[in-house]
């Protein structure tokens, strides 16, 4: 159980574009999903947190224009990365905490790879 | 930066031997966590320690926790080629209304044959 997926696993796309990455929670209710950004050979930054049916929170240096979070249900959150440059390129990766599923652990899904040409 | 500072930053060694690694961090902690990362992938959850623990085993993992220094290790003996990954401890602050997990800079573990 417990299992979050993303869609696409890659992406690749021309600057000046915007992409659209989901993260699903398919056996639990995420009641807070969250988006990190992992640059090659880094660690995991958190980019922001979001609870359901509410603006999400930012962390300090993140454009909010510019990574668009929406968590409309208890299952789904999206990233939209608008206007993506070159330095937008990443690995994204989120993840879930909710109901039922233990609530000191989050869900992590498998990651997005984004390339912007 | 509140993120935790993790050594060593890379480590090698052969197949069967014990690989520990050490996580520092900088705040008061609900809880840590240790994660796995196989290049290129999402992270998988290994063990969860909470503050009040001092020490907690999970099959041939071996995880301790010091709060009065701030630190934690990861022990994996006897290790295997399949344990090759980066590690990652996360520190759970809860500093608000909803807590989140800050990670350390990682581990890159190499494991031969």
């Known amino acids: 159980g417990a299992v979050v997926s993303q869609h696409p696993s890659w992406v690749i796309c021309k600057s000046g574009t915007s992409v659209k990455i989901e993260c699903r929670s398919l056996?639990?209710?995420?009641?807070?999903m969250f988006w990190y950004r992992q640059f090659p050979k880094q660690s995991l930054m958190l980019m922001a947190t979001?609870?359901?049916?509410?603006?999400?929170?930012?962390e300090q240096g993140v454009e909010k224009d510019k990574f668009l979070i929406n968590h409309a249900s208890l299952t789904l959150s999206t990233l939209t990365v608008t206007s993506a440059h070159p330095e937008d390129s990443s690995f994204y990766i989120c993840?879930?905490?909710?109901?039922?599923?233990?609530?000191?652990?989050?869900?992590f899904g498998p990651g997005t790879r984004l390339t912007v040409l | 930066s509140q993120q935790g500072e993790e050594d060593p930053q890379a480590l090698s060694i052969q197949e069967g031997e014990n690989a520990t690694m050490n996580c520092s961090y900088k705040?008061?902690?609900?809880?840590l966590q240790w994660y796995r990362q196989n290049s290129g992938r999402g992270l998988v959850h290994l063990i969860l320690?909470?503050?009040?623990?001092r020490e907690k085993h999970s099959g041939r993992l071996r995880v301790t926790l010091d709060t009065s220094k701030k630190s934690s290790s990861l022990l994996i003996t006897a290790s295997r080629a399949a344990d090759t990954a980066s590690y990652f401890c996360?520190?759970?602050?809860?500093?608000?209304?909803?807590?989140?997990?800050?990670f350390g800079t990682g581990t890159r573990l190499q494991v031969t044959l």
């Open positions: 993840s879930a905490r909710g109901a039922g599923v233990g609530t000191d652990t989050q869900y």
């Open positions: 056996d639990f209710q995420a009641t807070t």
């Open positions: 979001s609870n359901e049916g509410s603006k999400a929170t930012y």
């Open positions: 705040t008061s902690i609900n809880n």
């Open positions: 320690i909470r503050s009040n623990e």
């Open positions: 996360a520190t759970d602050a809860n500093t608000g209304t909803a807590s989140k997990l800050t």
